[in-house]
Each structure stands twice: as structure tokens, then as C-alpha cells.
T-cell receptor
Framework: DTGVSQNPRHKITKRGQNVTFRCDPI?????LYWYRQTLGQGPEFLTY????????KSRLLSDRFSAERPKGSFSTLEIQRTEQGDSAMYLC???????????FGDGTRLSIL | GIQVEQSPPDLILQEGANSTLRCNFS?????LQWFHQNPWGQLINLFY???GTKQNGRLSATTVATERYSLLYISSSQTTDSGVYFC????????????????FGKGTLLTVNP
């Protein structure tokens, strides 16, 4: 069990640029989740995949955000035309199935200059 | 949606002391997890405990689902226990839950001094 892996750990970019994060879930985990955490708050749900199907997107995800999970393995989260308010920790989690705990990666910390 | 309240918001202990953290939630739940977020931001799974009692070393947790609360006990605290402790829940289907989407509380910031 190698854990959930996220890359990069840190990303600094200028406002208006596009960024993409990657998440590799624990092998055999068919459920994958993205959360966002801002300073002083708990993580907030963004989106959820079961295998390759994206089953829910939070209202927090504007149309500048897109997530994919091709082939039901790793996932990417892309933010287009980044804004100051996008600065946050982006966390990925995976779970084996219904009624199973979610395991989180170390996150990608995004800073917008 | 479900409300998750954690108390106390902040806690300062001397090394070796014991503590109890509380999580109240407003609806029945399918899933309840306790996490420790260390000063480097890593979110570490402590317990998956929708009901009952579990123990892992110096840590234990109890969830009383019928009364909608969970407690996390830390005994003989160490400086490495410092960080934020989060409770997260997924409401049951009957309460409009999803069976996958965790709602987090605001956390308890624990500082253990040497």
C-alpha cells in the first residue's frame, strides 16, 4: 500500500495561468475524490469519481475547473485562468468502495501571485 | 446539509497530559472519520468509526450514533501530537447523504508543549 500520491506538492503561478494537478489513488481503489482546503478551514468536497465516471461536482467548482479520470486510474484536476481566490490546498482521496474509509494524499498547495 | 461542530477549537497541553476532543453532528451518519493534520499539512487517517469504540495505541475513539456525537481521546500526549484534529461525516441516505461526500468540521487545534 503506497498511499495516495499527489503531484506537484507545491505550485506557484501567476494569475491568469492554467494549472494541472495529478492524483494517483491507492491501487484497486475505485473511488476517487477531490477536496479543497483554505486556511483555517476543513477540507470541502469538490468532485467524485467512481471508476472513470464523474458522478458529482460541487457548486464550488466553477466552469474554470475540470477533472478527469481516464481509464479509472489516476485523476487530473485542471484550473484555467487562475484567480487569487483559487489559492488553497487541493487534496485527493481514494476509497475501496461503499462504507470504506477515505485515504488522503499529501495535497498540492497552490499559490497565485 | 449536515452540521459538524468540533470542540474545543483550541487546546494547549503539557506533554504527558490527556485530552478529549468532541464532534457533534446534526443528522444520522453512514461514515465518520477522525483525521490528524500535521504542521506540514498531511491529513492522516486516525479512525473510521461510524459507531462503537476503537483503540490504536495512545488514541481511542467512541461514536454514539444515536446521540450524534463522537469523542477522540489522546492519552500521554507527545509534542508530535500537535496539529489540527478533524472530524468528518457522510450523512446516511435517509438524511440526504451520498455515501461518499465527507463534510468536515472546523477542527481542534492541539498544541502540546514539551
Amino acid at each position: 500500500d503506497t498511499g495516495v500520491s499527489q503531484n506537484p506538492r507545491h505550485k506557484i503561478t501567476k494569475r491568469g495561468q492554467n494549472v494541472t494537478f495529478r492524483c494517483d489513488p491507492i491501487s484497486e481503489h475505485n473511488r476517487l475524490y477531490w477536496y479543497r482546503q483554505t486556511l483555517g478551514q476543513g477540507p470541502e468536497f469538490l468532485t467524485y469519481f467512481q471508476n472513470e465516471a464523474q458522478l458529482e461536482k460541487s457548486r464550488l467548482l466553477s466552469d474554470r475547473f475540470s477533472a478527469e479520470r481516464p481509464k479509472g486510474s489516476f485523476s487530473t484536476l485542471e484550473i484555467q485562468r487562475t484567480e487569487q481566490g483559487d489559492s488553497a490546498m487541493y487534496l485527493c482521496a481514494s476509497s475501496l468502495g461503499l462504507g470504506q474509509p477515505q485515504h488522503f494524499g499529501d495535497g498540492t498547495r497552490l499559490s497565485i501571485l | 446539509g449536515i452540521q459538524v461542530e468540533q470542540s474545543p477549537p483550541d487546546l494547549i497541553l503539557q506533554e504527558g497530559a490527556n485530552s478529549t476532543l468532541r464532534c457533534n453532528f446534526s443528522d444520522s451518519v453512514n461514515n465518520l472519520q477522525w483525521f490528524h493534520q500535521n504542521p506540514w499539512g498531511q491529513l492522516i487517517n486516525l479512525f473510521y468509526i461510524p459507531s462503537g469504540t476503537k483503540q490504536n495505541g495512545r488514541l481511542s475513539a467512541t461514536t454514539v450514533a444515536t446521540e450524534r456525537y463522537s469523542l477522540l481521546y489522546i492519552s500521554s500526549s507527545q509534542t508530535t501530537d500537535s496539529g489540527v484534529y478533524f472530524c468528518a461525516v457522510d450523512p446516511s441516505r435517509a438524511s440526504g447523504g451520498s455515501n461518499y461526500k465527507l463534510t468536515f468540521g472546523k477542527g481542534t487545534l492541539l498544541t502540546v508543549n514539551p
